[in-house]
């Protein structure tokens, strides 16, 4: 990524890690707008405004939250986390009686097949000038590692990244399915030997497990069987064993080990991701680049705590409180892409 815009002078690979704060500052997010993509602490009052209540899942997932936390003010990881450890409970010490078992159960069951339809309240069919300003920046070399389960960066890096992206190899792990729905290598030129990478330690809402292979599809807000939707659930104590996330792990430890740009973007690093606060403490060196995107002052603070060890006097820190204003200072979008909504 070519870094003069932010008077640093020089091209460097880049690392972007992007958080749930990124989506919800799309173009297209006003603030008015009743659908938002939801964050973790809004989720079930966004999901109780978004016009879905009529749906059975959503319904029985919002009357058992009310009932379970006595508010719908609860966050997402508070809600699964709890859920899940009860349902663990009941199981290793039963007394008899497997109805509050099912509840809990069928209630994580709910929450899978009810996300991607949250999601697609506010974002189907929509492309984000501000995401496609960072797709076009970005050059072969650069990784993008998004925390989100959405596919907004993703859509924005195909409309925009051309044969510098590579669905196929892209996302850090082999992937099938309908490529052409997340590339577009028309028109000349050869790929180059680094591509941009999309590498998402959490999962993705267009990522489907199918046969022991991970395939891509065309509509990452469809209805899914039990079991296909790849994503790390929103748990204070999260598990990465399993593949594809021990390997797209792997390949976000050792990218952010060898950066010497960052950006970080609408990321507040909660607590509870461990993994990640251990990432940045441990694997990122010293940073000649830092440029922070967050409009809370206390989330921006947290960042830079984290990465106390690799921030000196030498290194040229940029800070933003909006994605619009680092946009601002981004090449613009090719013309010709999909509408922006």
Not at 50 to 56: N, P
Not at 76 to 94: K, N
Not at 107 to 119: A, D
Not at 232 to 238: G, T
């Amino acid at each position: 990524m070519d870094l003069t815009p932010f008077n640093f002078g020089r091209r460097r690979e880049v690392a972007v890690i992007v958080g749930a704060g990124a989506t919800r500052g799309a173009h297209f997010i006003a603030p008015g707008t009743v659908c938002k993509p939801p964050l973790d602490s809004d989720f079930f009052t966004l999901l109780r405004a978004s016009g879905l209540t009529a749906d059975r899942d959503v319904h029985r997932l919002l009357e058992f939250v009310q009932r379970e936390f006595g508010s719908l003010r609860v966050g997402m990881e508070a809600f699964y986390s709890q859920a899940s450890l009860y349902d663990r409970f009941i199981r290793d010490v039963p007394i008899g009686g497997k109805g509050r078992r099912r509840e809990y159960r069928s209630n994580l069951t709910y929450f899978e097949r009810v996300l991607p339809r949250l999601f697609a309240t506010s974002l189907a069919g929509k492309v984000c000038r501000f995401h496609e300003a960072l797709a076009t920046a970005a050059q072969p070399g650069d990784c993008f590692i998004s925390f989100n389960y959405d596919c907004l960066l993703d859509r924005a890096v195909k409309t925009q990244g051309g044969r510098r992206w590579s669905a196929v190899t892209g996302y850090g792990f082999p992937v099938g399915g309908d490529i052409g729905a997340w590339q577009d290598h028309s028109g000349l030129g050869r790929l180059p030997t680094t591509p941009v990478r999309i590498l998402k330690p959490h999962g993705s809402l267009n990522w489907r497990w199918r046969d022991h292979k991970l395939v891509l599809v065309s509509d990452e807000y469809a209805s899914h069987a039990a079991g296909e939707l790849v994503i790390v659930p929103p748990l204070w104590q999260k598990s990465f064993d399993e593949e594809p996330y021990q390997t797209i792990w792997q390949e976000t430890r050792r990218t952010l080990s060898s950066v010497k740009a960052l950006l970080v973007i609408g990321y507040s690093l909660p607590e509870t991701d461990v993994y990640t606060q251990a990432t940045l403490r441990m694997d990122v060196q010293q940073l000649d680049f830092l440029c922070i995107v967050n409009p809370d002052k206390d989330a921006r603070d947290r960042i830079s705590r984290v990465l106390r060890s690799a921030v000196t006097t030498s290194t040229h820190v940029v800070e933003f409180e909006w994605l619009r204003d680092l946009a601002a200072v981004l090449p613009p979008p090719r013309v010709g892409t999909a509408p922006a909504a």
